[in-house]
């Protein structure tokens, strides 16, 4: 017989889902709190532990100015622009084709902005993206994208930053966390959960609770889920977070009876460089400046519009658009004026990596393409663009090709201005958009739409998303939604106690 434990509310997952989501249980009341993180120690903290953790969150100036603390002199000297509500959800809707939940869409863009608050109050401390200097002045342009937990100390990514501040607030409050410790079952069904099996440093035992909070990530790391869900050759996809993001807790539940829910066909997938490495590679391989120049195949022809919009609405399918191209290989062609006119912040830097030459020809032959296809595709594309039309990087300016396919619909500049550049790409795959149905209470629905009593979850788990993603959603979506289901478990606990 396993060794049988018992505590208030279990957390299955040790990522920012499920920090998030431990520290609300705690703050709203459940007395025993156990957070269950698969990897080890070295290895936890889920995607995070790989990203800029950006947040995306409905604000007013005034609210942005408050929350990263910023004095009134110095905010006078940043250019920013509100975010409000209504463009928000404008912006889910677009990019997920009207897809979204409308429920879903509602709660995680009105909770957004407390959410954010709340976890100030919690003890997260919030700084402003870095933006970019023009004339004395802080440009900040990716609407609603404008602030992530401060960097602590050396070395230290903002993914790290935050696990350490929610590690410390959830230490302080008194979560127990277990690393090595693998769930491996649910006790309960559709009916109920009662609690978790768990395959622990010193073997197996049960948890016995009165909520279980499920934050265990997407399925990217899993080659076999990777082929089966998301298409031919996806199982040789790059992944860029964690290596334990494999899907086993998505495949209990699906056995247990919950419904289904996202986009099972897609995920968030980004181009990244095409010398990364096959997991983990993190922010450092981003390659995020195609809007500036032109995107050519293995052929040397163009594939997509590079100017559909900003990268930080484009960027989570054009990982997609990459590794649908022959060999899963494509590649960014520039010139010395598209470099300097690209963004310098961190995202989507100036890779080191990119591969300089007087010509294009010359460039062409050291990747391995066809230097005269890519002559003429690169004239073809100089030759199209409407310049009647002023060139303006900090919007969508409507400078467009006329004539291509595809056309280029913004930012469209001849490439001309030798030294040129080419930086090779591949698709690097972020986390997968299927999962499963919560509602508003961040509850989880059985087949037949009926939440299921003491079941929680947050975080890439969830299936909401689909087609697409406007940048920084992710992180706003396991704050408001853990919060939701640590409140909502919490108070589970507290009812069936009195
Ligand atoms: C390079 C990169 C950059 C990103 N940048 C941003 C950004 O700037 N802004 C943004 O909003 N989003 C960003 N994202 C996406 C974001 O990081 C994820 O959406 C988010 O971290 C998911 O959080 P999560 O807690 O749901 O899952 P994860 O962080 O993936 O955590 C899942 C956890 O569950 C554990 N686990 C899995 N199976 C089990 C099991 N059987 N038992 C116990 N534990 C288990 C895993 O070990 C892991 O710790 C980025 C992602 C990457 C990879």
Redesign the pocket.
């Known amino acids: 017989m396993a060794e049988v434990q018992h505590a208030d509310v279990v957390i299955?997952?040790?990522?920012?889902?499920?920090h998030e989501s431990a520290v609300a249980a705690k703050y709203y009341g459940a007395d025993k709190v156990i957070l269950?993180?698969?990897?080890p120690e070295s290895q936890?903290?889920?995607?995070?532990?790989?990203?800029?953790?950006?947040?995306?969150w409905a604000f007013d100036l005034d609210d942005l100015r408050e929350i990263t603390d910023t004095s009134v002199e110095d905010f006078a000297n940043v250019v920013v622009k509100p975010y409000s509500a209504e463009l928000f959800k404008a912006d889910l809707n677009r990019v997920s084709q009207g897809r979204m939940d409308p429920e879903i869409v509602d709660v995680l863009v009105d909770d957004s902005n407390m959410a954010i608050k709340w976890a100030k109050e919690m003890g997260i401390e919030w700084v402003l993206q870095p933006g970019f200097e023009k004339n004395g002045k802080r440009y900040l342009t990716s609407a609603g994208v404008e602030i992530?937990p401060r960097n602590l100390g050396d070395g230290m990514t903002n993914?790290l930053s935050q696990l350490k501040q929610w590690d410390t607030i959830a230490e302080r409050l008194g979560v127990e966390k277990r690393y090595d410790?693998?769930?491996?079952g649910f006790i309960g069904d559709e009916l109920g959960i009662e609690g978790v099996r768990v395959n622990g440093p010193d073997g197996e035992y049960e948890i016995r609770a009165g909520a279980v909070i499920v934050?265990?990530?997407?399925f990217q790391a899993n080659p076999e889920m990777r082929a089966k869900y998301l298409g031919p050759n996806a199982d040789l996809m790059k992944v860029?977070?964690?290596r334990?993001?494999?899907g086993?807790?998505l495949k209990m539940l699906l056995a247990l009876g919950v419904m289904p829910s996202g986009h099972w066909q897609t995920g968030?997938a980004t181009p990244i460089d095409g010398t990364a490495p096959i997991v983990e590679?993190?922010?450092d391989v981003?390659r995020y400046i195609y809007p500036w120049g032109v995107s050519l195949d293995v052929n040397g022809k163009r594939f997509f519009d590079e100017g559909e919009a900003e990268s930080a609405y484009t960027y989570a399918k054009t990982g997609w658009a990459v590794q649908r191209q022959l060999m899963s290989r494509a590649f960014w062609f520039g010139d010395s004026r598209t470099w300097e006119q690209s963004p310098t912040f961190p995202?989507w830097h100036r890779p080191d990596t990119a591969i300089w030459a007087d010509s294009l020809e010359e460039l062409a032959q050291i990747v391995g393409l066809d230097p005269k296809a890519v002559r003429a595709t690169i004239d073809e594309f100089n030759a199209a663009i409407d310049t009647s039309i002023p060139f303006n990087r900090d919007e969508r300016d409507g400078r467009h090709t006329v004539g291509l396919t595809p056309d280029k619909s913004n930012w469209a500049q001849a490439i001309e201005k030798g030294p040129f550049y080419v930086i090779p790409v591949t698709g690097g795959l972020?986390?997968t958009f299927g999962g499963v149905t919560i509602n508003r209470d961040s509850q989880v629905i059985a087949v037949g739409g009926k939440p299921i009593p003491g079941l929680f979850a947050?975080?890439?788990?969830l299936g909401i998303f689909f087609h697409n993603y406007p940048?920084?959603?992710?992180?706003?979506?396991?704050l408001v939604f853990g919060r939701r289901a640590g409140q909502n478990a919490a108070a589970l606990v507290a009812k069936a106690m009195a």
């Open positions: 299955v997952g040790g990522g920012s889902a499920a269950l993180e698969k990897a936890s903290g889920g995607n995070a532990r790989f990203s800029g953790t950006g947040f995306r992530h993914g410790s693998k769930v491996i934050a265990a990530g997407g860029r977070g964690s334990h993001n494999t086993e807790v968030h590679s993190g922010d981003n995202l972020t986390f947050s975080g890439d788990i940048a920084m959603t992710g992180q706003t979506r396991n």
